[in-house]
């Protein structure tokens, strides 16, 4: 990880707080050039683990960019940062730095509304309750409420944002290992539980092989001791131990030349004691385990060394650690497999919290099934009342026609079939039925 000095010096003061990012050095002709052009190579910097890591480190790259921040930069303090001092200089960052920021900032909103909106969806479509509050903290890094221009509230609030999330970094990586561990070996307690007995008698004996094999490795030196960094000194820098000089030892491995042993030149250096313990084609060898050995290696030297606790060792505190009694310990490193990882006690309360979890998600599948089933029942339901109605409807259609049909054959009153009703001359009408006709003498004749 590369860092510039200014970031170094007193940029920890902002570094301290970002535990992985890192930048281009600085030199001191480069700061009284004009602002460079507006372009931004990818980030250098591994991971912080944070879920705005590149957005953070975007910023910070631009912002040391400008020659005005970045020499307020070098001249800070922890106390200005914290404060929010150093976030008001923004406000004399150059117009085109400040764009590209605005930018930046768009493109953060953006993926934060993506992000929330497929949460969103992937709750809802499972039946879960939305944790509004769990969302909105996606957005405490900057000012949601103005979505378009990077201000001096979004500085601070990306500051702040940084230091409240990385201060326990490395406490929750830890908490993640313990469940990782207890999780691998419920997940073996369940496989011999559907074994017969005698299968499960060789997996338990092959297992206790593994940990023993495991536990069979060369001497590990304590991190940070005389006896480790000379054995750096002889197998990886090729150099005579009786020789081992510390200022000579901390310029060789200060790789990007600042001053200072960031967090991964310092696990650089333990690479040869790790290799002792865990190798990746050991069936034996975890290399999750791994990284959890080298987070414990690191902390062990940032605690015995880092005496600002700034999450460097400059050359001074490394010069001093090395005239310490520990400097000389003797001791073997006690590695995980001396160490438990869980007491049998939290493996018990971890496996009934996943019973617990087991069982709610079987009631809520039941209630799902329950509820699935009555939607069919009414399905059917509204599919029978779909069906009758159109069965009535169809009945109404066919009465309806034969009625237009009876009405346009016999439009009156019907006369008796086979009898033609008499007629009065000069009167068009019919005599009544059983009326008789008269003849009646008509004048002027016989």
């Known amino acids: 990880m590369v860092r510039s000095k200014a970031l170094a010096r007193c940029g920890l003061v902002l570094l301290s707080l970002w535990l992985c990012i890192h930048s281009v050095p600085i030199g001191v002709e480069k700061a009284k050039e004009k602002p460079e052009a507006d372009t931004l190579d990818a980030p250098k910097s591994a991971d912080t683990g944070l879920h705005y890591d590149r957005y953070l480190r975007e910023v910070i790259e631009y912002l040391e960019k400008d020659p005005h921040f970045r020499e307020k930069l070098k001249n800070a303090n922890m106390d200005d940062i914290k404060q929010g001092k150093l976030a008001k200089e923004l406000d004399f960052v150059h117009h085109n730095f400040r764009t590209k920021l605005d930018e930046l900032k768009r493109e953060e909103m953006n993926r934060l509304r993506m992000l929330i909106k497929a949460k969103h969806d992937v709750q809802v479509g499972n039946g879960q309750n939305m944790d509004h509050q769990a969302?909105?903290?996606?957005?405490?890094?900057?000012?949601?409420?103005?979505?378009?221009?990077?201000?001096?509230?979004?500085?601070?609030?990306?500051?702040?944002?940084?230091?409240?999330?990385?201060?326990n970094f490395d406490q929750k990586h830890h908490d993640e290992f313990k469940r990782y561990e207890m999780m691998k070996e419920h997940e073996r307690r369940e496989r011999l539980k559907k074994m017969s007995e005698e299968d499960r008698q060789k997996e338990e004996q092959h297992y206790e092989e593994m940990k023993k094999k495991h536990a069979s490795h060369p001497k590990v030196n304590h991190p940070g001791s005389q006896d480790q960094l000379k054995e750096v000194w002889q197998e990886a820098d090729g150099l005579d131990p009786e020789d081992f000089d510390p200022k000579t030892f901390f310029k060789m491995h200060d790789s990007n030349g600042d001053g200072f042993f960031d967090e991964s030149e310092l696990e650089a250096l333990f690479a040869k004691e790790l290799e002792k313990v865990y190798d990746p084609k050991n069936e034996e060898d975890d290399m999750v385990e791994m990284e959890e050995e080298r987070l414990r290696m690191r902390e062990h030297v940032m605690n015995e060394v880092d005496t600002n606790k700034d999450r460097l060792v400059s050359l001074g505190e490394f010069l001093a650690a090395t005239k310490k009694e520990e400097f000389l310990e003797k001791s073997e490193w006690e590695t995980l497999d001396q160490n438990p990882f869980y007491t049998e006690e939290e493996m018990r309360e971890y496996e009934q919290q996943l019973a617990n979890e087991e069982k709610d998600i079987n009631h809520k599948s039941a209630e799902l099934q329950k509820q699935r089933e009555e939607l069919e029942k009414k399905q059917e339901e509204l599919n029978a009342q779909r069906v009758e109605l159109k069965q009535a409807m169809e009945e109404m259609e066919r009465f309806k026609t034969q009625s237009l049909k009876t009405e346009a054959q016999q439009p009156g009153e019907h006369p008796t079939a086979g009898h033609q009703a008499p007629v009065v001359p000069g009167n068009s009408q019919p005599l009544p039925p059983g009326h008789q006709q008269h003849h009646v003498p008509v004048t002027g004749h016989s």
């Open 135 to 167: 969302l909105l903290k996606q957005f405490e890094h900057l000012n949601h409420m103005n979505p378009h221009t990077f201000e001096v509230e979004d500085l601070d609030r990306l500051i702040q944002s940084a230091t409240k999330d990385l201060e």
